[in-house]
């Protein structure tokens, strides 16, 4: 098994490959980037991207209840998806795994456990990296979050480094939306230390959880909008949903399934059965809503003169979270990330090559004001 050098020239162009399987739990997204430079200088250039579906009884056995065992062998299972994913998008980029520095996966999250939640804050991702290494022949770069928690940040949200580092323009800040199982905000602007981020909530995931019980697994999310246009917002349903908690804390801020993953799917499941359509309106709209208050509250007072707003995730190809998002946020202009040259899909596996990349130079790529990590580290850990 080949070695990278131990401090790599960050001048020289690093060709890493990023994985992430995002809360939603339906696919392994594989970027092939080229990163050349490092912190204030550093440029990524994506070369391919693939998303590799899971099977459907995979996915089950993930949202499903865990013991030692089980985790153990998802663990190694995961692994083995993740290390397909790679060698596709190697394939697909014509390149050969001889040519690539490092592989960064981050794994799929298993239980998220923010400071504040619990006297002991933990998070823990699987998608075994010596699997993926031995498989692939590539070096990986992974566990990417467990430093930042380590000096007492959330290890959430990591894409604010590579919304600085890839989008940030050279006038007004700009916002980085990304609508995953979970929804995050970035506030990007010239300077690292002045950009802010955190999650906002749910994203796709009480959407996802109940498309698959109104539809009874034939879907897995409310595909083109069309389950949640057939009904109506529950308007008390819906009060007491955004009187969640997790939604009036202030940044930094982190969550998880813990907050709004299948138990709370199935209590309102439980609760209004019947009105299959209205729940999902419901859920809609709370997505919506979550994500435009916590602009409101938390950027737009800080960065007044914001040049707009740039979503990302699969949320962005739902026309119906699409349209009442760019309604509730007028007038501030709402695009997907296409308008600024880079697809969306690719964009969350691309921070892992970004971060894959930086760890091999020895760079700190969290970012404290994010986080509320005490102070900036090194991301992640080597398996060569």
Known sequence: MRLPPPVPDPRQPRLCVGLLSGTSVDAVEAALCEVTGTGDSVRLKLLAHVSVPFPPELVTRLLG??????????????????????????????VSPEQVAAIGSHGQTMAHVPPGSDATPSTLQIGEPSVIAERTGVP???DFRTRDMAAGGHGAPLVPYLDWAVFRGTGAPRALLNIGGIGNLSAVSARLEDTLAFDTGP??????????????????????????????????????????????????RSAGRESF??????????????RPYDLMATALELTVESIARAYETWLKQRFPRMEGLYASGGGTRNPAIMERLRA???????????????????????????????HLVGTPANVPSATGARRRVVLGKLTP
């Open 65 to 94: 209840p865990q013991d030692a065992g089980s985790l153990c062998r998802l663990d190694f299972e995961l692994g083995e998806h993740f290390a397909d994913a790679a060698r596709r998008v190697m394939r697909e980029a014509g």
């Open 140 to 142: 990986v770069v992974s």
């Open 203 to 252: 994203g796709n995931m009480v959407l996802d959880g109940l498309a698959r019980r109104v539809t009874q697994g034939h879907l897995a999310c409310d595909l083109d909008g069309t389950l949640s246009r057939r009904g109506q917002v529950i308007p008390e349903l819906l009060a007491e949903l955004l009187s969640h908690p997790f939604l009036c804390q202030p940044p930094p």
């Open 261 to 274: 993953g299948e138990v709370l799917v199935e209590r309102l499941w439980a609760r209004h059965a019947e």
């Open 328 to 358: 509730r946020l007028a007038p501030l202009p709402v695009h997907t990330l296409d308008a600024l040259g880079f697809p969306e899909g690719a964009k969350e596996a691309a921070l892992f090559a970004l971060l894959a990349a930086e």
